[in-house]
């Protein structure tokens, strides 16, 4: 079964730092790009941060760019997001998100999400 | 940074169509994607590139996108379509993906 799961959220201090974690399994991870994606209670998506396959262009929101880092490591299937300096406004539930080879810019499998919460 | 504008809801009655829009500048020289997201549950995608559909999507749900505003259609509605929809694009002066402020879809 091709499936995401992402990991690591928790509740942290404003100022904090924080790794999330979202492991591939069924696809060859290597092949894809997978993208970060955010929701806020309530609230809509927020894409926040993307990485290709290979070349490891990566690109953030303006909303993260400078506090989150986007990294992968394809022999471990698994992606990964760096959160530094976070803020209230980063409480969200985070997904990952597999782009779709289908189309430029679709995400066609995305994780169950991660639950990050900041405050005092 | 570009953005998309979709109507907060919208509602229908059961067997009837809904058509949600999605408002961006000269969104019909880009690819539309649209993505429906059940309480508690992570999105799914029901249309890529404005009307194409992944595998497993009924015909009830397709799409249109030209000028300013992409559509969402979704035909013969039922109860198990309410959900919130949301529109996204790829837009290519800053590679950055972008998501419409999504439509909750009311079956009445």
């Known amino acids: 079964e091709v499936q995401l799961v992402e990991s690591g959220g928790t509740l942290v201090q404003p100022g904090g730092s924080l790794r999330l974690s979202c492991a591939a399994s069924g696809f060859t991870f290597s092949s894809y790009s997978i993208n970060w994606v955010r929701q806020a209670p309530g609230k809509g998506l927020e894409w926040i941060s993307y990485i290709s396959s290979g070349t490891n262009t990566i690109y953030y929101a303006d909303s993260v760019k400078g506090r989150f880092t986007i990294s992968r490591d394809d022999a471990k299937n698994s992606l990964y997001l760096q959160m530094n300096s976070l803020r209230a406004e980063d409480t969200a539930v985070y997904y990952c998100?597999?782009?779709?080879?289908?189309?430029?810019?679709?995400?066609?499998?995305w994780g169950q999400g991660t639950m990050v919460t900041v405050s005092s | 940074s570009y953005v998309l504008t979709q109507p907060p809801s919208v509602s229908v009655a059961p067997g009837q169509t809904a058509s949600i829009s999605c408002e961006g500048n000269?969104?019909?020289?880009?690819?539309v994607h649209w993505y429906q997201q059940k309480p508690g549950q992570a999105p799914v995608l029901v249309v890529y590139?404005?009307?194409d559909r992944p595998s497993g999507i009924p015909e009830r749900f397709s799409g249109s996108n030209s000028g300013n505003t992409a559509t969402l259609t979704i035909s013969r509605v039922e109860a198990g379509d309410e959900a919130d929809y949301y529109c996204q694009v790829w837009d290519s002066s800053s590679d950055h993906r972008v998501f419409g402020g999504g439509t909750k879809l009311t079956v009445l």
């Open positions: 000269n969104i019909g020289t880009k690819g």
């Open positions: 590139d404005d009307s």
């Open positions: 998100a597999r782009g779709y080879t289908r189309s430029w810019g679709a995400f066609d499998i």
